[in-house]
């Protein structure tokens, strides 16, 4: 069997091409970007997930990737995948955000631990959250849905050298401001609770001068925290999935989805 050099680039162009845009999706996606999964593992999906899909793509254009058109090709691709993720990375930011607001108001700003989505050190409550939400990401099957938009994108934003967008960008970027929206709404119970617990302490605090309102404040800041947060969950539930559907809608208009 011979094969030409153009039929050669044909078929390393149909996967490679692909490969870009997922790889580079995986990579900025935090649920598979976490600093708990190993670099290889994120490779071997990309890889996994671009053989299952090349047969369902429409045709890829031939392009030689050492050429300029192949680099700005590549570029393409990877701002493509990058934007895709960075959407849901702005999601799980809102409870990272509302989490440390939470931990500031309680006293346990200083109670830290690594964040596997940033890889940066953020509170304790943060981790809590983020971990909550992960895991209710999995059960709504948030996964496979992200996955199949993805797919679609090939569709609607099919491989070539016209990408996203100044516009599109400018949208994401006005998106943004729902991490700190969204974080006031999943921090304002808590946030308010504490507001009077602490407004009454002050009140104690000038009644009884003697009383060593620091001590005796401290842990029951830190308690009715606590409870405020357990309260509270169902609403930080109603909120992710409120911000997970509106971060679909962005998604689908980032690879002109209607």
């Given at each position: ?9 044909a078929m ?6 692909p490969?870009?845009r ?10 598979f970007a976490?600093t708990?999964i190993n ?5 071997v999906?990309?890889?996994a ?10 045709e890829?254009?031939?392009i030689d990737?050492?050429?300029?058109n192949?680099?700005?090709l ?9 934007a ?5 990375h ?5 409870f ?11 006293g346990l700003?200083?109670?830290t631990?690594?964040?596997p ?7 304790v409550?943060?981790m809590?959250y ?15 849905a992200?996955?199949g938009?993805?797919?679609?994108s ?5 491989i ?6 100044s516009?599109?960008?400018w949208?994401i970027?006005v998106?943004?401001s ?5 974080a006031?709404m999943?921090?304002?119970?808590a946030?308010t609770?504490?507001?009077l617990i602490n ?5 104690i605090?000038r ?18 925290g ?7 969950l169902?609403?930080v539930?109603?909120?992710f999935e409120?911000i ?15």
């Open positions: 069997m011979l094969f030409t050099g153009a039929e050669i680039s390393v162009g149909n996967y490679v091409w490969f870009v997922i790889a580079a999706f995986v990579a900025a996606m935090p649920v976490s708990f670099t290889r593992i994120r490779l999906l990309a890889i997930l671009t053989i299952v899909t090349v047969p369902l793509l429409p890829v254009p031939q990737a050492v050429s300029i192949g680099v700005l590549i570029m393409h691709q990877v701002l493509i995948g990058v895709m993720g960075a959407v849901f702005m999601v799980f930011a809102v990272t955000i509302g989490g440390q607001i939470i931990a500031m108001q309680m700003g200083f109670a631990m690594i964040d989505v940033n890889g940066s050190q953020a509170p409550l943060s809590f983020i971990l909550l939400v992960t895991l209710f990401f999995f059960l709504m099957d948030g996964h496979l992200v996955i938009l993805l797919v679609d090939f569709r609607s934003l099919p070539g050298l016209h990408g996203i967008s516009a599109t960008w949208s970027i998106w943004g729902n991490m700190f929206s969204g006031i999943v921090s304002l119970p946030v609770a504490l507001l407004m009454s302490l002050g009140v605090g009644a009884a001068p003697q009383l060593n309102i620091f001590a005796v404040g401290f842990s029951i800041t830190i308690t009715a606590f409870y405020v947060i357990l309260v509270s169902p609403v539930l109603v909120q409120s997970t559907l509106m971060a679909f809608d962005l998604m689908k208009d980032i690879v002109g989805m209607k």
